[in-house]
């Protein structure tokens, strides 16, 4: 059995560059979801059982930080791990999104190594 990993980037070449990525990295995937923005991985999630979300910090419509506070509010989402994937790390950023409850961090460009140790940290081990 796979995961199912929702990917929140408001440009579709990172959202490519992050599904090739995985793919990359020979994580156990089932299914990899793209959404442009926070409203549309709420959207998803309606929908959608996934087991992480990573999402970038900055896009348009509902960013990264107002989307974990969102699915942390909602207690069918509550428990779905949130990692931040961003060119941005400052520590005021870093400080809101730990207060918001993200499950860890990764910075732009990733290396499939960094996103698949991030995964294991998050999701468990897999064989």
Known sequence: MGYTVLLVD??????????RTFKMAKLPMEEII??????EA??????HW???VLADINMPVMNGIDLVRQMKANPEWREIPVAIVSTEGSKTRMDDLKIAGIAGYLRKPCKPEEIRDLLHKVLGQWS
Do not use: F, Q, W
């Open 10 to 19: 408001d440009s579709a070449t990172i959202r490519g560059a992050m599904e």
């Open 50 to 52: 996934v087991d992480i």
């Open 34 to 39: 793209h959404a442009g923005n926070g409203v």
């Open 42 to 47: 709420l959207e998803v999630l309606k929908t």
